[in-house]
């Protein structure tokens, strides 16, 4: 079993930045995808970011492309998102996921094994 734990979601201005965090508690990733999507109020979850822990391999959503950067700390157990730019569009509730599989970064909510509860990132214009 992993837990997944959010922080750093708020209010921010349009062009402004966050950084969102994840710290996974239960066991240590290794041949695990992480990553993040968000939800929309009416809208369905959708992939933002994702990353291959033990290699770094990286995949992003074209919304968010040159703007947001997934990173991880191994020390910590812990995945980031740095949300650069942010645009109102860009208001979601942000959730950090994982799975254990061994290639390849999953985008669909379907495949994802856990969740986190989710921190919610509001973008002024």
């Known amino acids: 079993q992993v837990q997944l734990v959010e922080s750093g979601g708020g209010l921010v201005q349009a062009g402004g930045s966050l950084r969102l965090s994840c710290a996974a508690s239960?066991?240590?990733?290794?041949?695990?995808?992480v990553g993040w999507f968000r939800q929309a109020p009416g809208k369905e979850r959708e992939f933002v970011a994702g990353?291959?822990?033990?290699?770094?391999?990286?995949t992003y959503a074209d919304s968010v492309k040159g703007r947001f950067t997934i990173s991880r700390d191994y020390a910590k157990n812990t995945v980031y998102l740095q949300m650069n730019s942010l645009k109102s569009e860009d208001t979601a509730v942000y959730y950090c996921?994982?799975?254990?599989?061994?290639?390849?970064?999953?985008?669909?909510?379907?495949?994802?094994?856990?969740w986190g509860q989710g921190t919610q990132v509001t973008v002024s214009s």
């Open positions: 990353m291959r822990w033990s290699g770094g391999q990286t």
């Open positions: 996921a994982s799975k254990w599989l061994r290639a390849g970064i999953p985008v669909l909510p379907r495949e994802i094994d856990y």
């Open positions: 239960g066991r240590a990733f290794s041949s695990d995808a």
